[in-house]
Antibody, heavy 119, light 110 residues
Framework: QVQLQESGPGLVKPSETLSLTCTVS????????WSWIRQPPGKGLEWIGY???????NYNPSLKSRVTISVDTSKNQFSLKLSSVTAADTAIYYC?????????????WGQGTLVTVSS | QAGLTQPPSVSTGLRQTATLTCTGN????????AAWLQQLQGHPPKLLSY???NRPSGISERFSASRSGNTASLTITGLQPEDEADYYC???????????FGGGTNLTVL
């Protein structure tokens, strides 16, 4: 059974960079694409972007200028960096799996991690 | 950013049938369909249906998805108290080259 687990700081200061890692266990990171999604408290879901096991990326146009997603296949991990954060970036951040070259997404999810942007 | 349109809330009686809708356009729902996810309070979303309307392993047959043009639907039969949740649709948008979500529908079982 594939499991995903997000990790990283729960508090980030405004204008700094949010950094999170998702560790995949119970299966290989290869042959799949891997997404980041976020959910502000009490609100809906927003796709941030995905990365393939080989490093192909695709980002939400509304966040593209601030987002970098990377993959480390040796550790079965992929990571998210979101720069110049503001209070509007406060959210639960989830990682999820995509199959079929990114066209069939979200069949496995992590539990999510709350990141608060505050000084 | 343009997303998919879902009614904010739906209420239906116990053991009745609920139909949730998701409206997009020819670049997303009308392009290759929509996936459906269920989110129970305090939990991550769970995939109920792929874009091709197939259910992942372990998902009850009470959940069925369909599409007509630019509108996708999720039908839940024999409603149970545990079906109370937020339901999201999601689709690949070919014009944005991005996944988009609906705003979610909160389902109440009366």
């Amino acid at each position: 059974q594939v499991q995903l687990q997000e990790s990283g700081p729960g508090l980030v200061k405004p204008s700094e960079t949010l950094s999170l890692t998702c560790t995949v266990s119970g299966g290989s990171i290869s042959s799949y694409y891997w997404s980041w999604i976020r959910q502000p408290p009490g609100k809906g879901l927003e796709w941030i972007g995905y990365i393939s096991y080989s490093g192909i990326t695709n980002y939400n146009p509304s966040l593209k200028s601030r987002v970098t997603i990377s993959v480390d296949t040796s550790k079965n991990q992929f990571s998210l960096k979101l720069s110049s954060v503001t209070a509007a970036d406060t959210a639960i951040y989830y990682c999820a799996r995509c199959a079929n070259s990114g066209y069939d997404c979200f069949d496995y999810w992590g539990q999510g991690t709350l990141v608060t942007v505050s000084s | 950013q343009a997303g998919l349109t879902q009614p904010p809330s739906v209420s239906t009686g116990l053991r009745q049938t609920a139909t949730l809708t998701c409206t997009g356009n020819s670049n997303n729902v009308g392009y290759q369909g929509a996936a459906w996810l269920q989110q129970l309070q305090g939990h991550p979303p769970k995939l109920l249906s792929y874009r091709n309307n197939n259910r992942p392993s372990g998902i009850s047959e009470r959940f069925s998805a369909s599409r007509s043009g630019n509108t996708a639907s999720l039908t839940i039969t024999g409603l149970q108290p545990e079906d109370e949740a937020d339901y999201y649709c999601s689709a690949w948008d070919s014009s944005l080259s991005a996944w988009v979500f609906g705003g979610g529908t909160n389902l109440t079982v009366l």
